[in-house]
């Protein structure tokens, strides 16, 4: 029997996808910038699914590349260009959307791998709980995707990145095994924590298929505020001030006038601050009572504010979002840009933002830098415009000062193919070895994922 004519009876012909027009939105990334060849697209529904697409494929040594909704960053979630000779199997967990039911004392929920965030939340929502995660991307990202990345998002502040939402997980090996804990137990120190190993793993270890996730309690009363200050030290000053006033603090976005005024073309909207700072902060406290006294009096309070616009009514706080989530978005429009992701110590984030714009313009003569990101982790989202030619060359200079700055080459998009070849910036060769072990523990065959994260070259 063929690989392709197994697959047809592990999920159905009508889910094994071969033709190249049903195949090609499957095998481009979000960014438009990488982009690679599969043999066919396949689309489990089950666990017991995914276990036989990975036997067949491990049976016939061919790779598998594992995507969820498509909206990661780094090139992870499609084939890798110089692997169209051999292509592989690309298998999406879209159709693993089942939502169990919410359990209101443990305050948790197995769903499906390929349940997007959105869904997630309003299942929560509807039983009256939250999930502690958000990002722009919120409507196709899925929780599979989202803990395979370790994803952020604009709420880590407050309730942590993905891993820390992760209670429990079902997951197929390579071979087709299957390991699943969603028990949820509150306390459990039985040896390694395999779950929390493929938080952040990138589709190299184990396809997940299931999650037992955490949810919170909801916070209904919110109020937002578009902060200008002077300067990437005043909005890290700024920060520690709300901290200590502001127990309801679950937000603190920054921007820079460049962004913000692309944004503001692309969405063609007016900026709502007359006085213009040299670094914004997009603020958001939310609680159980109306939180806009205390918002408006800490900024009074506060010797960083120039300017600031407050919003309470939903309608006006989706505008301050707006103008923060469309970055990606008014950027892409604009151009494909070299798209680096990375975090320093929060102390050295006003040295990051001072020194990139000669970093870059060194790399790349004349093209433009955009910045933004979550202020509370210092992740600085860096994106150069006009930079196609000196790709390597802004790359190089951008993460070589962020490891300068003892910061990670890769705050919470992942490496994926991007940044494989750089990871020795962030983790030391003792370190590169132990991560390829346990891949060879997982993945014997490597057949997982093969050109993300552990590259060939991962230990320059
Ligand atoms: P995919 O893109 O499909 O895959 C991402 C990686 O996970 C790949 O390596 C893939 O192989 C692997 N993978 C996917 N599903 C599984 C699975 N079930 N089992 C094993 N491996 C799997 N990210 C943030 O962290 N914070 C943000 O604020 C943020 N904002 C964004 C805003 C926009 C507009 C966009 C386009 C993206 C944003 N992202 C952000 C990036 C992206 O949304 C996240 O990385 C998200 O976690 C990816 O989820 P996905 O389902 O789309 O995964
Ligand atoms: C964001 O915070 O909006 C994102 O992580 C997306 C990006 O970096 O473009
Ligand atoms: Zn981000």
Known sequence: MTLEAALRTAVGPQHVLVDSALRRSYETDWTGRYHGTCRAAVRPATTAE??????????????????????????????????????????????????????????????????????????AR???????????????????????????????LRYGSMREQVAGVEAV??????????????????????????????????????????????????????VAVRGAAAAVELLAFLRARLPGLCAAELSFDAGLRLVARHLRVGLPLAAAGGAYVLVEVAGEADPLEDLLAALAASEQVIDATVASSAADRARLWQLRESHTEAISAA????????????????????????????????????????????????????????????????????????????????????????????????????????KAAFDPLGLLNPHVLLSPDSSR
């Open 50 to 123: 995914v276990a036989e697409v990975l036997r067949a494929c491990a049976g016939a040594r061919v790779p598998v590349v594992v995507q969820g909704g498509n909206t990661g960053l780094v090139g992870g979630s499609v084939p890798a260009r110089r692997g169209d000779d051999h292509p592989p199997v690309l298998l999406t967990t879209t159709r693993l959307t089942d939502l169990g039911a919410v359990d209101r004392i443990s305050r948790q929920v197995t769903v499906g791998a390929g349940v997007t965030l959105a869904t997630l939340a309003a299942h």
């Open 126 to 156: 509807a039983a009256g709980l939250d999930f502690g995660v958000d990002l722009a991307a919120r409507d196709s990202a899925t929780v599979g995707g989202m803990t395979a990345t370790n994803a952020g998002g604009i709420r880590v």
């Open 173 to 226: 090996l390579a071979d087709g095994r299957v390991i699943s804990r969603l028990d949820g137990l509150a306390k459990d120190s039985t040896g390694y924590d395999l779950g929390h190993l493929l938080a952040g793993s990138e589709g190299t270890l184990a396809v997940i298929t299931r999650l037992r996730l955490r949810l919170v309690a909801p916070q209904p009363k919110r109020a937002a505020a578009l």
């Open 335 to 438: 151009g494909m840009p070299v798209k680096l992701d990375v975090s320093v110590p929060i102390g050295r984030l006003a040295e990051l933002v001072e020194r990139l714009p000669h970093t870059v313009a060194a790399a790349a003569p004349g093209a433009e830098l955009i910045a933004f990101g979550h202020l509370a982790e210092a992740n600085l989202h860096v994106n150069v415009l006009g930079a196609e030619c000196n790709e390597e060359a802004v790359t190089a200079a951008v993460l070589r000062l962020v490891a300068e700055l003892d910061g990670s080459i890769s705050s919470e998009h992942g490496v994926g193919q991007a940044k494989a070849g750089w990871l020795g910036l962030s983790r030391t060769p003792a370190e590169i070895d132990v991560m390829r072990s346990v």
